[in-house]
């Protein structure tokens, strides 16, 4: 429920369907993982067949889930989608395969979170597009062979490291997503803004785009957010004061900092001179729990180059200082 946070619960991702490209040459961004995709979907429609297995991996917000479903339609197929989660035994998938169709595409989100039964029954059905399916119990229990139709397994992942080997090794394609440079979430906010039929001038979308950490989900719900901004206080019409004075309002500042990052930035460098410090005294300070501290703020802090994790504790860097208005102290001489 964070502003800034990058997983959307069931409600966002309802509105969010209708902001979804619908095909390759709409998908803002990530040209490399583009080109090679759009490489392996051609040829696979060249040669009429279901192309390799694809592994998606990066964080969350930046499209995974939208490129299944453009894989799906670039290959005209229909797309089942469902998430590691989701499938706790092995029959749970046994039943999602089975009821493939010739072609499909399945996408299984956070597959790293799958069961481990689940998980072997998946190597099979990737490899050789065949399930055992165990019928009975105990003693009397058999072990059923199952042909599958051929499919396209579109798996994700925010960390393809924490892949097993054997899993990782049947994806013939692992498109690796990166954050979004500012130009692009620009670009992603003017999509949207359109789609959302809100009026923006380039430099309103520029000031959303810098506030969105590099993530067009962010990038999407902060426009919504500038949008009821502009339509209860101003005429409607989205530029750079208005965008910039909504989002003050919904406390995300120029770097996309909230509340809680600013307030951790805020105990290292106002109460512990910048640091180190230890976690568990800076999350006092800032009356959290070192976990959110730690899993919450840090991380985003770290990517921004704000806040190191040393072994002596955190410490502040020089832009952290620049970014609060703050004169760093002068180191000691000797
Ligand atoms: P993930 O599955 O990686 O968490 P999603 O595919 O659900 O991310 O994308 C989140 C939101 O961001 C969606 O509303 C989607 O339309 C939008 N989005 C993501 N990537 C792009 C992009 N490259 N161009 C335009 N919109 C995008």
């Keep these: 429920d964070r502003l800034v946070g990058a997983v959307a619960d069931d409600a966002e991702q309802a509105v969010e369907a209708a902001l979804r490209p619908k095909l390759l040459d709409e998908f803002i961004g990530q040209e490399r993982v583009r080109e090679q995709l759009s490489l392996v979907l051609r040829a696979a429609r060249m040669r009429g067949a279901a192309p390799d297995h694809v592994l998606l ?75 055992d399916v165990i019928v009975g119990k ?21 960390r393809a490291g924490l892949l097993p080997p054997p899993l990782r090794d049947r994806f013939g394609f692992t498109g690796h997503m990166e954050f979004y440079a500012p130009a692009e979430l620009q670009r992603v906010v003017h999509r949207s803004a359109a789609l959302l039929d809100v009026e923006i001038d380039p430099a309103g979308a520029a000031e959303i785009a810098g506030r969105s950490r590099g993530t067009p989900r962010i990038a999407n719900r902060l426009l919504r957010r500038v949008r009821d901004y502009a339509q209860v206080e101003h005429d409607g019409v989205v530029d750079q004061r208005i965008a910039a004075r ?68 955190r410490i502040a860097t020089v832009a952290a200082w620049q970014h609060l208005g703050l004169t760093p102290p002068v180191q000691p001489l000797g």
């Design 57 to 131: 991996s990066g964080p969350p917000g930046l499209g995974k889930t939208t490129l299944s479903m453009i894989i799906a339609a670039e290959l005209n197929a229909p797309i089942r989608i469902t998430s590691g989660p989701a499938i706790q035994h092995a029959g749970d998938l046994a039943a999602i395969l089975s009821s493939l169709t010739e072609g499909e595409v399945l996408f299984l989100d956070e597959i790293h979170r799958m069961s481990r039964p689940a998980e072997e029954m998946l190597y099979m059905a990737m490899e050789d597009f065949r399930v």
């Design 138 to 158: 105990g003693p009397g229990a058999t072990a059923i062979p199952l042909e599958l139709p051929p499919f396209t397994l579109v798996g994700a992942t925010t």
């Design 246 to 313: 909504a989002l003050q309002v919904y406390e995300v500042d120029e770097r996309g900092l909230d509340r809680l990052d600013r307030a951790v930035l805020d105990a290292l460098l106002r109460l512990f001179g910048g640091g180190p410090v230890g976690l568990s005294t800076l999350a006092v300070a800032v009356g959290e729990e070192a976990e959110t501290v730690e899993e919450v703020a840090e991380p985003f802090l770290v990517r921004e180059g704000l806040l190191a994790r040393t072994p002596r504790g």
